[in-house]
């Protein structure tokens, strides 16, 4: 059998993506948090396994994996998906193409927004940073239109079947959901609760949360 661990920060979406990833491949694994408070992924200790100071980084037997996107492919290459589910990067070259293509639009056009709106949030600053807030909201809701508008003809984001795409969109808008849950978020238009604006994205999510070991990978901190 072999011996998994998985170094991470609590409410990290990409740790959230490995540890979803971990979840839908049915692995059990011995978690590692790092209190990025106290900056223990700069600590020495673990300097000595990621160098670059980055989580996740998952360690399987003798096999060392750095960086959301190299964890996702190691563990769908490593691991069948249980009942028969497709892999996560999926099974035909058509397949593999739309993944990916909904994995750089959110990299590309939600990640850094989202950033740039929940740190001024998280830290009480949204006053001070609230034309940058505005602007990345503008563009945010836009992304979410086109993301609600592809919903509508599939239920997940790249297909019928759940794939590594969700598994990166979603805990990137559950940090856009928890900032916008601050009492000074309401100056902004952030279009939360989801139900209110995006009915499918809403739908989406649910079925996300419905995911086996789903609670196994939801942030610790946020519980």
């Known amino acids: 059998m072999s ?11 990409p740790c959230w993506s490995a540890m979803l990833a971990l979840a839908v491949k049915g692995l059990s694994y011995e978690p590692k948090r790092l ?9 020495p200790e673990f300097l000595a396994i990621n160098p670059r100071g980055h989580v996740p980084v ?16 190691f563990l769908d290459a490593a691991h069948d998906t249980p009942n028969g589910a497709p892999p996560l990067f999926g099974e035909t070259p058509e397949q593999t193409a739309r993944i990916w293509q909904s994995i750089s639009e959110s990299e590309s056009s939600l990640r850094d927004q989202i950033g740039d709106i929940s740190r001024p949030l998280f830290r009480g ?4 940073f609230a034309d940058q807030i505005t602007s990345n909201a503008e563009k945010v809701l836009a992304e979410l239109s ?7 003809s599939d239920p997940f ?30 100056a902004f238009d952030l279009a939360y609760p989801l139900p209110d604006h995006f009915t499918r994205i809403s ?9 086996p070991g789903y609670d196994t990978a939801y942030p610790p901190h946020w519980k």
């Open 3 to 13: 011996t998994r661990q998985l170094y991470f920060i609590s409410g990290s979406p």
């Open 58 to 73: 998952l360690i399987e037997d003798d096999t060392t994996v750095c960086e959301t996107f190299a964890v996702l492919a």
């Open 125 to 128: 600053k949204g006053a001070e």
């Open 203 to 211: 739908q989406w999510t649910d079925r996300i949360a419905a995911l």
């Open 35 to 43: 209190d990025n408070a106290k900056r223990e992924q700069k600590a």
């Open 146 to 152: 086109l993301l609600e508008a592809r919903l509508e």
């Open 157 to 186: 984001l790249a297909g019928d079947a759940l794939s590594a795409a969700d598994l990166i969109a979603y805990p990137l808008l559950m940090q856009l959901g928890r900032a916008a849950d601050r009492e000074e978020a309401k």
